[in-house]
């Protein structure tokens, strides 16, 4: 795995999860400019399962297992998607939270995959 790409996604869902919380904070949903920093945060997530399925091909393999690192980074990958499709079925405050509460999950799900491949 590139650490600097989990770094990366870690640090970009954070600030998506403070941007979304603060929204929540001020009682507003999901606008625009969020589903915007949800898709460059997705974008960063794609790009961390494409690495992680060619290091794969290439025969590379983590410490703990191949079922449960590709199970991480397809959970990776969803977390945010979901989060902003379920923020525009409640378009009050808690859209914000729910898409906070998602990019959270994502930094999480991060820290994990480091620790499955083995860093």
């Given at each position: 795995m590139l650490d600097a790409l989990t770094v990366a996604v870690a640090v970009t869902a954070l600030a998506l999860a403070a941007w979304c919380g603060f929204a929540a904070y001020r009682d507003q949903p999901t606008k625009d400019w969020h589903f915007i920093?949800?898709?460059?945060?997705?974008?960063?997530?794609?790009?961390?399962?494409?690495?992680?399925?060619?290091?794969?091909?290439?025969?590379?393999?983590?410490?703990?297992?191949?079922?449960?690192?590709?199970?991480?980074?397809?959970?990776?990958?969803a977390a945010v998607p979901a989060a902003g499709f379920l923020s525009l079925t409640e378009r009050t405050r808690w859209g914000s939270v729910t898409v906070a509460a998602g990019a959270v999950v994502l930094a999480v799900l991060e820290v994990r995959l480091y620790d499955i491949w083995g860093n």
């Open positions: 920093g949800m898709a460059v945060v997705s974008v960063l997530a794609l790009a961390q399962l494409v690495v992680g399925v060619v290091q794969l091909a290439r025969g590379e393999r983590p410490e703990q297992g191949m079922t449960i690192f590709i199970a991480y980074l397809i959970g990776a990958f």
